[in-house]
């Protein structure tokens, strides 16, 4: 979809909740679960156990739920950040749609919970990788200068192009190892650097090394390549917008960057947010 049919389908606050009504087949009650029925000439949704008598807006449980933004400015803000090739800063947004910096901000968190992917486990071939992101050089009274970052860990899978990244506190063998196992299939083949935390890889599959400490780049098909030029990436688009970006929020903009690389080749990325709402 690009703008001009945007702008033509969604023009009011009403145009974009009747689109919300239709592509929202199911409209469960908060109450006690049961799915419910519209009110005719109303907004209003009824639910269908007797005993319950709930009522509720479509808006209730989605992420525009207890906003006083105009639904048609979600909306926008979808289409934004959704299209926008690098990131998106929360100044800009608030200036494109016309609120305040920090709705914008708010508005940006919100949309963001919808770019967490729940992707299949991976197969035949997938590279691993961690790094660390964000963060300042700090002083710690028991611990000397330190530096506040956020490690990130990466797995691509070579056969779907797909990425899944997680966040944690730092490299530890227990730490990457979990992620791995709940991520990639077993006997499947990994390629990863030769760090001591991955050495026990090799138990549960085909486990292929490269070695960086001798400037190795990649033997054959063995080589973490697309991953480093990906998070290399990250750290670039975290400096220019965000200047930092604390641990809180980590996980969230790593999600949005993930949530970009995976759906590339994605016409309606628009429509891919908004079925998630
Ligand atoms: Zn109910």
């Known amino acids: 979809m690009n703008l001009i049919e945007f702008i033509e389908k969604f023009r009011t606050d009403e145009e974009c909740y009747e689109h919300l009504a239709k592509i929202k087949s199911k409209v469960i009650c908060q109450k006690c679960g049961t799915t419910m029925y519209r009110l005719s000439h109303s907004r209003k949704y009824q639910c269908r156990k007797f005993s319950c008598n709930h009522q509720q807006t479509l808006k209730c449980g989605t992420i525009f739920y207890r906003s006083s933004t105009p639904l048609h400015k979600w909306f926008l803000a979808m289409y934004f950040i959704a299209n926008s090739k690098k990131w998106l800063s929360s100044n800009q947004l608030a200036r494109?749609?016309?609120?305040?910096?920090?709705?914008?901000?708010?508005?940006?968190?919100?949309?963001?919970?919808?770019?967490?992917?729940?992707?299949?486990?991976?197969?035949?071939?997938?590279?691993?990788?961690?790094?660390?992101?964000?963060?300042?050089?700090k002083w710690w009274w028991n611990n000397g200068w330190q530096r506040n970052k956020t490690m990130v860990v990466w797995i691509l899978n070579r056969d779907t192009g797909k990425i899944k990244a997680t966040i944690g506190k730092s490299?530890?063998?227990?730490?990457?190892?979990?992620?791995?196992?709940?991520?990639?299939?077993?006997?499947?083949?990994?390629?990863?650097?030769?760090?001591?935390?991955?050495?026990?890889?090799?138990?549960?599959?085909q486990h292929d090394t490269v070695c960086h400490s001798r400037w190795?780049?990649?033997?054959?098909?063995?080589?973490?390549?697309?991953?480093?030029?990906?998070?290399?990436?990250?750290?670039?688009?975290?400096?220019?917008?965000?200047?930092?970006?604390?641990?809180?929020?980590?996980?969230?903009?790593?999600?949005?960057?993930?949530?970009?690389?995976?759906?590339?080749?994605?016409?309606?990325?628009?429509?891919?947010?908004?079925?998630?709402?």
């Open 171 to 205: 490299a530890t063998e227990e730490f990457l190892t979990t992620f791995i196992f709940a991520n990639v299939e077993k006997h499947s083949r990994i390629c990863s650097d030769e760090r001591r935390w991955y050495r026990n890889l090799s138990l549960c599959y």
């Open 96 to 137: 494109q749609i016309r609120v305040t910096y920090k709705t914008a901000w708010r508005m940006m968190q919100q949309i963001r919970k919808l770019m967490k992917e729940d992707l299949p486990m991976f197969k035949w071939i997938s590279e691993v990788d961690e790094t660390y992101v964000g963060g300042r050089v």
């Open 216 to 277: 190795e780049r990649a033997v054959g098909d063995v080589y973490t390549n697309t991953l480093e030029w990906f998070w290399s990436l990250l750290k670039r688009g975290i400096r220019w917008i965000y200047h930092r970006v604390s641990k809180q929020w980590m996980q969230a903009y790593v999600d949005e960057f993930v949530w970009r690389y995976n759906n590339r080749k994605e016409d309606n990325l628009f429509g891919l947010l908004l079925n998630k709402v």
